[in-house]
């Protein structure tokens, strides 16, 4: 604690010979009353301080003049202006991108992934502007300031804080990118928003779902397709353990190939597994088939499943009783 208040006594004498005209000199301090403050004599730092913030309260207030004398009227409009225009201005190019990415599937996640990088760097920008062009302020004052607002938001803000520098790593790191289908935790969706704060998917229910970048960075994530437009999709079927497992594939493998919504250029596969339900044995099958768009997924599922199934009831494969 006593090394703590001797750090806090020389920081004070550092931020007060910036910000004033008539520094507090360390000469002025007798020199075994410094060596007494790395003895960790508790009384001297006592008398210090006492002395140290007399002085400051003292102090006339125009001699405070120099940290604020750049925050004018003027200033504060112009840089409320410039703000302004770059969030317009940024809006306007969000949906630029977003309009030119659902013209084509194929470069939909590429200029997408383009987004979240366009919007960071816009308003770093942007704020870079108002603070160097904008108000200028003195090098001295920046260090003051930063001192001061670093330690208070670093205490009062640390899940903010945490959750920026998730989505910086997001952006960088790119686990995901806007579109692409995704699994965290309970919620699966296609990312819509890479954002400073959160990541928002919506759901297959279409409801869209906040999750902190500080729970994404700590959490497992599935990716679907990984930047591509198509991903594959599982349908699954229970069926009795008699059936002819080689006309059951021609027939899943068919029923895919003949959907609107399948994806040619990647291989089909069917899999035969057992497994006990209801205390009776059944062979699962697992059809295999990728959907030429992502958004498309559960439609192209539901396909599968029905145009296999009829078949399944026309061939006799499998019969109504087999269901009730």
């Not at 902190?212 to 679907?224: Q, T, W």
Request: hydrophobic residues 50%.
């Amino acid at each position: 604690m006593k090394k703590i208040l001797a750090t806090i006594f020389f920081a004070t004498i550092v931020q007060w010979n910036m910000c004033h005209a008539e520094p507090f000199l360390l000469d002025s301090i007798p020199n075994d009353s410094i060596t007494s403050i790395f003895n960790n004599s508790s009384s001297t730092i006592n008398a210090i301080l006492d002395s140290a913030s007399k002085e400051i309260s003292n102090a006339p207030i125009t001699q405070l003049a120099p940290v604020y004398d750049f925050l004018s009227t003027r200033k504060i409009l112009w840089a409320a202006i410039v703000l302004i225009l770059a969030y317009i201005g940024i809006k306007i190019g969000i949906r630029l991108l977003t309009y030119f990415a659902e013209k084509s599937t194929y470069y939909r996640f590429t200029i997408k992934g383009l987004i979240p990088l366009f919007r960071i760097l816009s308003w770093t920008f942007a704020i870079t502007f108002v603070i160097v062009g904008i108000f200028a302020p003195a090098i001295t004052t920046v260090i003051a300031f930063s001192a001061s607002i670093g330690v208070a938001v670093g205490f009062a803000a640390q899940d903010i804080l945490k959750n920026v520098f998730g989505g910086i790593m997001i952006i960088f790191d790119q686990p995901f990118k806007v579109g692409d289908k995704i699994e965290i935790g309970n919620y699966y969706g296609e990312v819509i928003e890479i954002g400073l704060r959160s990541t928002r998917i919506v759901t297959a229910d279409d409801s869209m779902v906040s999750v902190p970048n500080a729970e994404v960075m700590n959490s497992s994530v599935s990716n679907s397709n990984t930047g591509e437009p198509n991903c594959q999709v599982v349908a699954e079927f229970f069926l009795p353990m008699d059936i002819d497992t080689e006309k059951v594939r021609r027939i899943a493998i068919e029923g895919a190939q003949v959907s609107r919504f399948v994806f040619l250029d990647k291989p089909i596969a069917v899999l035969f597994f057992q497994e006990i339900k209801d205390r009776k044995s059944y062979l699962k099958m697992r059809l295999k088939a990728y959907v030429m768009d992502i958004r498309y997924e559960f439609a192209f599922k539901s396909d599968m499943t029905e145009l296999v199934l009829q078949e399944l009831l026309k061939e006799g494969i499998i019969k109504k009783a087999d269901f009730a």
